[in-house]
């Protein structure tokens, strides 16, 4: 697939409607081929060929493969942010139990999918070395996010005395995703959910040796 400008063809613009769907079933075979495969293995007529559009099409909506790609990680990055807020935002539920539901619906969802789909965003930064300079400001955004996000839980739990006082809730939220992340990568290498059940039960079990008495 070329990264460079490709000019659009000619020809009856489409619907409304049609645009809509089509640059909708284009991003959501995006997310599903990123996750399977990464980037840089995707070719632009198999990735067409998935979803039924021609060629002209996609560059009616995208102006190259990076403004492509990009999209993908927009729309990747929203829908995991909604699930990061299901679980880390229910008050209703012990902070650290909240990670651990996190987990659980995570290693289910790989499950699902035979443990053939992983993380669009660690996907990419695996390859990064061949990737665009524009994607690694975009997937260190998003990490940073996620800390950010995980940083908070850890804040409740160290306000109710769950983890230890000097707990460092920043530092253990950047160690979490470095470390879930690559268990993310041997689930999808062995096909099987133990890699993520075995660090989450570790990363929890760490953090409670520390609480207070």
Not at 175 to 180: D, K
Not at 195 to 200: G, I, K, N, T, V
Request: glycine share 10%; hydrophobic share 40%; proline share 4%.
């Amino acid at each position: 697939m070329d990264s460079g400008q490709v000019k659009r063809r000619r020809g009856r613009p489409p619907k409304s409607g049609e645009i809509g769907a089509t640059r909708e079933a284009l991003i959501r075979a995006g997310v599903v081929a990123f996750a399977e495969r990464g980037y840089s293995s995707i070719g632009l007529e198999e990735l067409l060929g998935s979803v039924g559009v021609p060629k002209g099409s996609f560059y009616y909506h995208f102006a190259s493969k990076e403004a492509f790609g990009l999209e993908v990680i927009e729309a990747y990055t929203a829908y995991f942010t909604r699930k990061l807020d299901v679980w880390f935002s229910d008050d209703s539920v012990l902070p650290l139990e909240r990670i651990r539901n996190f987990a659980e619906d995570a290693q289910a969802g790989m499950a699902r999918y035979d443990y053939n789909r992983g993380c669009v965003i660690g996907n990419l930064a695996q390859e990064m070395g061949a990737l665009p300079d524009t994607f690694r400001e975009r997937l260190t955004e998003v990490f940073a996010d996620w800390e950010r996000r995980l940083s908070s839980v850890l804040s409740a739990a160290l306000a109710r005395g769950d983890i230890g006082p000097d707990s460092d809730c920043d530092e253990l939220a950047a160690f979490f995703w470095v470390g879930w992340e690559g268990a993310v990568l041997r689930a999808k290498l062995e096909r099987s959910g133990r890699p993520l059940e075995l660090f989450a039960r570790t990363f929890l079990a760490q953090l409670c040796r520390h609480q207070r008495p």
